[in-house]
């Protein structure tokens, strides 16, 4: 069908535009209009980006095409999910007036095919323009943004690519808004074209976010390659110096790993500052990171900063170089399933406290407190013994990023269950090799076989080959019972073997409980949260019931458990009234003994000289 233009207002000017497309193209007007085969054939595909009125939060996206093959049809898909986040977030929603011209801003025939597909019909070797908006207004670090400081333009959910055709070079010309001087990407340049740049393909362009404003820059070298850092945002306050210093000894640190700088140019990291931010996703050159602002003001705040930043920069060999076989070529137009992102993830957040602690920016103490934490958060979560986690990896696209109120008891997340394999591995390697490899070794000659050498994913069974090669053993029961099944890892099992064991230091003889996490205040409580085979999981609460009264007296306090604590007879059954989608009911029900474990993480008594090798290697710097 055709769509009648939307008003010039709201639009990249034709005009403007055209000029900057076919200037990026390499030829003029009469040059693009001429029956040349030599001229049709140096095509790529070139966008524009801009935002008229940034307070609105609308981009104007242009985008200047033509194809080679005689084709009277060409289709235009926008990406509905972008690498890294694995969840399909139907950017197409955020798209609206949508135009189709051609090089003299004649309309042309379209129309919409499915959810992200634009259909537009025109004559063989004729130049296509296509304009549209995009509301921006998502902070995150996988959706665009755009307000009056500045904008992150993520390039899945802004750019629109030709089916089949991904493989074509690409130029973006950025128009900034008045009073905004900066583009910061990792695309290189074009020269003397101001903010204009260049992709090999669409891949490529995906993996390049731009962050847009009046933002500044710092930059430091790792192995002769310029580290450049994007700080956007206001309200905080960071002492770049020593900024320069902690990230480029974290980055060393990665490096190490694996031996070798695949970056040759530059890479950038774009940090936003909000006032609840968290989070970072990576690209092949470059990562977004959000933070809170006061992200610099403590030092257990600072040092939480540095383990994202070496999270995210170790996803530049592990995931964007070194990866799982499903995680590249990508299919943007639906999920990419892999059972593996519990290596993806799961190892870099083991990495990211490991790389901080050797980067001397953290101690040992920090370490292992990290992982004890993280050990007794996956025991303390009954989904932990519910879902393996291969099928959490596999299950990412609609679980993970969708929580419920019952997923602590369905779910684990391959974050730090993927972390905690990595932790068994790095012990077993390191013991099993009398003290004289570790996990990096294992991880080094993943990337250099697969990588570099090979140039593809690796598959599952490669995965475990490898660690039984570095082990020294057949991983194939353990990867049936812990990785692909849901039993609870022992994890002194592998600990000991480096000198250490897990303590439990919970409370005593244990409190009891009835299972559940009670919110709200004032004169209303409800419950958040219902244990799977607690006492109030088996004795019929619900989330969201409204508790009215605790053996007849009002509930004054979420803290439900100190409250039948101080009970006459704590252990006695316990009544409950409360109201349940508007209807009132009534339940005894008999509190028992909590399991909730508390972790320490600390040398074994008279540790053995094996052990203390292992130790060293596993923990030294």
């Known amino acids: 069908m055709i769509r009648p233009l939307s008003s010039p207002s709201r639009l990249l000017s034709t005009a403007r535009v055209g000029a900057a497309l076919l200037l990026a193209l390499g030829f003029s007007s009469a040059e693009a209009s001429a029956d040349n085969p030599q001229k049709r054939a140096a095509v790529g ?33 926008l990406p509905v999910w972008t690498p890294g986040s694995y969840l399909v977030r139907e950017y197409a929603k955020n798209l609206e007036g949508f135009q189709a011209t051609d090089s003299e801003g004649k309309p042309l025939n379209w129309e919409k095919t499915d959810k992200q597909t634009w259909r537009v019909r025109h004559a063989p070797g ?3 323009r296509l304009q549209y908006e995009l509301y921006a207004n998502e902070p995150s670090v996988r959706t665009n943004v755009c307000d009056d400081m500045h904008a992150c333009v993520i390039p899945a959910a802004t750019f629109m690519y030709v089916v089949d055709h991904q ?12 009073g905004w001087n900066r583009v910061s990407t990792a695309l290189p340049a074009l020269p003397g074209q101001p903010n204009t740049f260049r992709a090999a393909d669409y891949d490529e362009l995906v993996d390049s976010p731009f962050e847009l404003g009046a933002h500044n820059e710092f930059s430091f070298q790792v192995r002769g390659v310029k580290h450049r ?3 956007a945002g206001g309200g905080f306050t960071a002492d770049t110096t020593k900024l320069k210093v902690d990230m480029a000894a974290v980055c060393e640190q990665a490096t190490r790993v694996f031996g070798e700088m695949p970056v040759k140019d530059n890479y950038l990291f774009i940090v936003h500052h909000y006032t609840q931010g968290s989070g970072g996703l990576e690209h092949k050159n470059s990562t977004v990171l959000d933070v809170n602002r006061a992200t610099y003001d403590t030092p257990e705040a600072y040092r939480g900063f540095l383990e994202l930043v070496a999270h995210e920069y170790f996803h530049l060999w592990n995931v964007k170089r070194l990866r ?10 639906h999920e990419n399933y892999t059972h593996m992102l519990w290596v993806a993830e799961g190892f870099t957040a083991y990495y990211d406290n490991l790389l901080v602690y050797r980067a001397d920016r953290s101690t040992a103490e920090n370490f292992l407190t990290a992982q004890a934490s993280s050990l007794a958060s996956l025991d303390n979560q009954p989904g932990n013994r519910v879902q393996p986690v291969a099928s959490s990896s596999f299950d990412a696209w609609i679980k993970a990023y969708r929580p419920s109120e019952n997923s602590r008891n369905a779910e684990i997340s391959y974050y730090p269950k993927g972390a905690a394999v990595a932790l068994v591995f790095d012990a077993q390697i390191a013991a099993f090799s009398a003290g004289k490899q570790n996990l990096d070794d294992m991880m080094r000659w993943l990337y250099r076989r697969y990588a570099v050498e090979l140039n593809r994913g690796y598959t599952d069974d490669e995965f475990r080959q490898a660690v039984a090669q570095f082990t020294g053993r057949n ?6 019972r812990y990785i692909y099944g849901a039993e609870p890892i022992d994890w002194n099992m592998a600990l000991n073997l480096v000198g250490y064991r897990v303590l439990n230091e919970a409370p005593q003889p244990a409190p009891l409980t009835l299972g559940v996490t009670v919110a709200g205040g004032g004169t209303r409580f409800y419950l958040r ?7 109030g999981w088996n004795g019929g609460l619900s989330v969201n019931d409204e ?19 101080k009970r006459p007879t704590p252990s006695a059954p316990v009544k409950i009234d409360l109201r349940r989608d508007g209807l009132t009911r009534s339940f005894s029900i008999t509190p028992v003994p909590s399991t909730l474990v508390k972790y320490r993480i600390a040398e074994v008594e008279k540790r053995s000289k094996a052990q203390k090798k292992a130790a060293d290697k596993w923990l030294g710097r």
């Open 547 to 565: 508790i009215v009264a605790i053996d007849g007296a009002p509930l004054t306090d979420t803290n439900l458990d100190a409250l039948l604590a």
């Open 529 to 535: 949260d219902v244990r799977r085979d607690g006492a």
């Open 475 to 480: 991983q194939d029961e353990f990867f049936a």
């Open 167 to 178: 493989n074509i070079p690409a130029t973006v010309i950025v128009d900034l808004p008045a």
């Open 324 to 333: 799982p076989a499903a995680l590249g070529p990508f299919d943007y137009d």
């Open 229 to 231: 850092v994007a700080m």
């Open 126 to 128: 004729q130049v296509v």
């Open 45 to 77: 595909i070139d966008y524009t980006v801009t935002s008229r009125k940034p307070s609105t939060h609308y981009l104007q996206v242009g985008v200047n095409y033509r194809r080679t093959d005689g084709a009277e049809v060409t289709e235009f898909r």
